[in-house]
């Protein structure tokens, strides 16, 4: 079974910083994806950004960057120039490839972004 | 494209009611799953169907059902509530199988209330 841990609950930092945050995960699988979802106060589940475990080059999107360790089984939210809209929970979760499609979630880490 | 629909958005149940929780998606996709949300815990998987007329369990099955009998409708039948149900139901849909865009979009959730 897999696992997914987002050791930071809360976080918070001024506007136009760079926060980065923190996902480790467990799993005897070689092929699987990564994913970071936010959750902003509406409760809609947003995607953010996504990984494939064999592309060696981190994914980015705008603002939006990973920095994903195989070996080490590290998946990395780095948040560039944080907007207030940047406020939200953000889930970190697994994908195993050709499985039943089922996504392991992390606990979350809650994000605010002061002014 | 509407996405995924789900209704209601709030409910409140008294134990041992019973109630179904609608989820429709307009995108043709045939893989559509259940999660839901508790404090804490992030998402955890109840059920998932890969096509009409097929349905499996997930992680946390116990007091809900489901059928599928077309490809756009996935709803979740909670047969005698209990106050542990209390929760936020997510509805997710994709494609089904291996490829880039190994995506669940999910719908607006609905939370449920048992007292």
């Known amino acids: 079974a897999q696992t997914v841990t987002q050791s930071q609950p809360e976080m918070s930092v001024q506007e136009a910083e760079t926060v980065t945050l923190s996902c480790t995960y467990d799993?005897?699988?070689?092929?699987?994806?990564l994913f970071w979802y936010k959750q902003p106060p509406s409760r809609q589940m947003i995607l953010v950004i996504r990984?494939?475990?064999?592309?060696?080059q981190n994914a980015t999107e705008n603002r939006f960057s990973v920095n994903f360790q195989k070996a080490a089984k590290s998946f990395s939210l780095k948040i560039s120039d944080s907007q207030l809209g940047d406020t939200a929970m953000y889930f970190c979760?697994?994908?195993?490839?050709?499985?039943?499609?089922?996504?392991?979630f992390g606990t979350g880490t809650r994000l605010t972004i002061i002014p | 494209n509407a996405g995924v629909t789900q209704t209601p958005k709030f409910q409140v149940l008294k134990t041992g009611q019973s109630m179904t929780l609608q989820c429709a998606q307009d995108?043709?996709?045939?893989?559509m799953s259940w999660y839901r949300q508790d404090p804490g815990m992030g998402l955890r998987l109840i059920h998932y169907?890969?096509?009409?007329?097929?349905?499996d369990q997930g992680e946390v099955p116990n007091g809900y059902n489901v059928s599928r009998s077309t490809t756009e409708d996935f709803p979740l039948r909670l047969l005698s509530a209990a106050p542990s149900q209390t929760s936020v139901y997510f509805c997710?849909?994709?494609?089904?199988?291996?490829?880039?865009?190994?995506?669940?979009?999910f719908g607006a959730g609905s939370r449920l209330t048992v007292l």
């Open positions: 997710a849909s994709k494609w089904y199988g291996s490829s880039g865009a190994n995506v669940l979009t």
């Open positions: 799993t005897s699988e070689n092929n699987y994806y």
């Open positions: 990984q494939e475990a064999y592309k060696q």
């Open positions: 979760a697994f994908m195993k490839m050709g499985g039943n499609e089922k996504l392991t």
């Open positions: 995108m043709n996709h045939e893989y």
């Open positions: 169907s890969v096509g009409a007329g097929i349905t």
